[in-house]
């Protein structure tokens, strides 16, 4: 029976494991990770367990019995140092060799850090992990002032979450609008003016020169000053195990439609791969989502189980901030239009990206009807009505159905 290793146990991880149990395979698995926890969900760090609507429990993808319940060994707190792939084992930071007949890597990403003065001072903050949330939890509340570095979708949720506990925010975004890199004018629009409405304050065009004491140092000469200093701006691969074992990298662990690396017994899955997306002409991106990560552990433990190849996804991503529920699905790249449905003012509305007459991406806010027709639509290529999809009075189900 051969022997399924996985390095990292988070999403990815955790469900390439318990998927490889359902699918049949009967070895053993190994799933090693570096944080003290069992596998749990990510996305609550910056809103339910921030605002202490959410305990470890609730967090867990299975309770810690599932895996010895399913014959899973689960080793956490375990850093991985090195493959060698030639002789299949993976060497770990206690001495110990774990050999392998398959090999799945879940590594995720790391956050990036600024490159100035102040920017490895131990008391920034980040959000990644379980005990990165715990710090940021502890630095809010009612007269705390956090600064948040990076309008990305952390750390507006982080914003909105600091707001909730009562206290002040400020975000700080080096770009010219919120979300310039992930999400369209219209959308960065009404975040900044939903945050600024609820008491944040949003600074763009907005460079950092360092970190102080005090606060926050702008080009400008400003002194932001924050109680707590939250870092994001974007996280990179953690890829480096992968590249020191030879396997082919770019924007991450360069996989194919099935997670598998240029190593045939080797896998990769989650936010530290490179991969095709189908649904987008088989163009290579790298994802960092929930949805992602699940669909890759499929590939894989379909892959090493010897089942049929899932059927492809189109990719989505959610962001959840005050009322508002932001659901995204598809990507924009190569769209030469935007067609706004409905109205931006009354909280409930969609974008949706188009390449000549076929849907590419939707980003829908407080709107599931069009988010989940948009995603069916991008996902069989349909050619659709632009006068129809632009009209709220014609149904989502009309626009998908003609």
């Known amino acids: 029976m051969s022997k399924v290793v996985i390095i990292g146990a988070g999403h990815a991880g955790g469900t390439a494991a318990a998927l490889l149990r359902q699918y049949g395979h009967e070895g053993p698995i190994v799933l090693a990770g570096e944080e003290p926890a069992a596998p749990y969900q990510r996305p609550p760090l910056s809103k339910a367990w921030l605002k202490g609507e959410a305990d470890l429990e609730s967090l867990l993808l299975r309770p ?8 899973i060994e689960l080793r956490t707190g375990v850093v991985a140092t090195a493959i060698d792939a030639a002789g299949r084992t993976v060497t770990f930071a206690d001495g110990t060799v774990e050999p392998y007949d398959a090999l799945i890597l879940a590594t ?79 959308l960065s629009d009404f975040f900044t003016g939903y945050h600024r409405a609820r008491g944040v304050e949003v600074l763009t065009s907005a460079e950092v020169t360092g970190f102080e004491d005090a606060g926050v140092r702008l080009s400008d000469g400003r002194l932001i000053e924050a109680d707590a200093v939250l870092v994001g701006v974007g996280a990179a691969a953690s890829d480096g195990l992968a590249r020191a074992a030879g396997l082919d990298c770019g924007n991450g662990v360069v996989v194919d439609e099935a997670a598998r690396t240029s190593d045939p017994a080797i896998w990769a899955i989650g936010d530290a791969t490179f991969r095709p997306v189908p649904a987008h002409g088989g163009r290579r991106h790298r994802l960092e989502s929930v949805p992602n990560a699940l669909e890759q552990a499929r590939q894989a433990a379909s892959a090493i189980a010897g089942r049929p190849a899932p059927a492809p996804e189109v990719p989505w ?59 069916q639509m991008i996902g069989r290529g349909a050619a659709v009505d632009v006068a129809k999809l632009a009209d709220p009075a014609v149904s989502m189900k009309a626009v998908a159905a003609d």
Not at 121 to 134: F, K, S, V, W
Not at 352 to 357: A, E, R, T
Request: net charge negative.
């Open 64 to 71: 810690e019995a599932f895996y010895e319940e399913h014959g």
């Open 108 to 186: 995720g990403s790391t956050a990036r850090k600024l490159a100035v003065p102040g920017g490895d001072r131990p008391d920034l903050l980040e959000l990644r992990t379980l005990a990165d949330a715990e710090r940021l939890k502890a630095a809010l509340g009612p007269g705390r002032r956090l600064a948040v570095v990076g309008g990305g979708y952390v750390g507006l949720e982080a914003a909105a979450s600091a707001r909730a506990l009562g206290a002040e925010a400020v975000i700080i975004e080096r770009m010219d609008r919120v979300l310039a890199r992930v999400a369209s004018r219209t």
């Open 317 to 375: 991503f959610w962001s959840d901030q005050y009322d508002l529920k932001l659901q995204i699905a598809g990507l924009a790249d190569g769209a030469d239009r935007q067609v706004v449905r409905g109205d931006p003012e009354t909280g409930s509305f969609a974008v949706f990206h188009l390449g000549g007459d076929r849907i590419l991406c939707v980003e829908a806010v407080n709107a599931p009807p069009e988010f989940m027709a948009g995603r």
